[in-house]
T-cell receptor, first 115, second 112 residues
Framework: NAGVTQTPKFQVLKTGQSMTLQCAQD?????MYWYRQDPGMGLRLIYY???????DKGEVPNGYNVSRLNKREFSLRLESAAPSQTSVYFC??????????????FGAGSRLTVL | AQSVTQPDIHITVSEGASLELRCNYS??????LFWYVQSPGQGLQLLLK??????LVQGIKGFEAEFKRSQSSFNLRKPSVHWSDAAEYFC??????????FGTGTLLAVQP
């Protein structure tokens, strides 16, 4: 029962390099999310996808792009990495329950360092 | 504006002592409230949630939380802390939209 799987777990980049973080979920959830976690700032939403074929900006979208490849997969791309993007990135997925609330299930995280 | 405040950045308790972690929120509509726990190097695990009904909710690992609308609070409690409870705890608020807003977290240390 894998849940939400993120790759890679660790990555070191040089300023200006590009990379893609991959995320896949096997729970048949409609919605998927990318958050970043920085010390003292909690988790901040970068982008989310309410359903396959749609994506929307969150609180901190600048410098990132996303692709909802299919219902299972939601990738996050850094086109030109900057040191300010050094962070731990979490992917999550959710399904809206009968109450109307989304309960998020998180992946284990991807630690990215930009030099 | 929608926000979550966790006023305690770092708390230390002795093993066996009681615990209360504070959470205050600002949300324009009916809130859905959550507590998540993060162990070092791990993702976030859902402890408990409140959607409606009984304002005292029970979660996993012996945790509970009480929703107080008049105080805009959703504090997390545990009567007797175990060393394995040492972790970072996040309060979050959401609504009918997909966006979940997190607090900045409270880091719990447990002394033997």
């Amino acid at each position: 029962n894998a849940g939400v799987t993120q790759t890679p777990k660790f990555q070191v980049l040089k300023t200006g390099q590009s990379m893609t973080l991959q995320c896949a979920q096997d729970m048949n959830h409609n919605s998927m999310y990318w958050y970043r976690q920085d010390p003292g700032m909690g988790l901040r939403l970068i982008y989310y996808s309410a359903s396959e074929g749609t994506t929307d900006k969150g609180e901190v979208p600048n410098g990132y792009n996303v692709s909802r490849l299919n219902k299972r997969e939601f990738s996050l791309r850094l086109e030109s990495a900057a040191p300010s993007q050094t962070s731990v990135y979490f992917c999550a997925s959710s399904e809206r329950g009968a109450s109307g609330a989304n309960v998020l299930t998180f992946g284990a995280g991807s630690r990215l360092t930009v030099l | 504006a929608q926000s979550v405040t966790q006023p305690d950045i770092h708390i230390t308790v002795s093993e066996g002592a009681s615990l209360e972690l504070r959470c205050n929120y600002s949300y324009g509509a009916t809130p859905y409230l959550f507590w998540y726990v993060q162990s070092p190097g791990q993702g976030l695990q859902l402890l408990l949630k409140y959607f409606s009904g009984d304002t005292l909710v029970q979660g996993i690992k012996g945790f509970e939380a009480e929703f107080k609308r008049s105080q805009s609070s959703f504090n997390l409690r545990k009567p007797s802390v175990h060393w394995s409870d040492a972790a970072e705890y996040f309060c979050a608020v959401g609504g009918a939209t997909n966006k979940l807003i997190f607090g900045t977290g409270t880091l719990l240390a447990v002394q033997p």
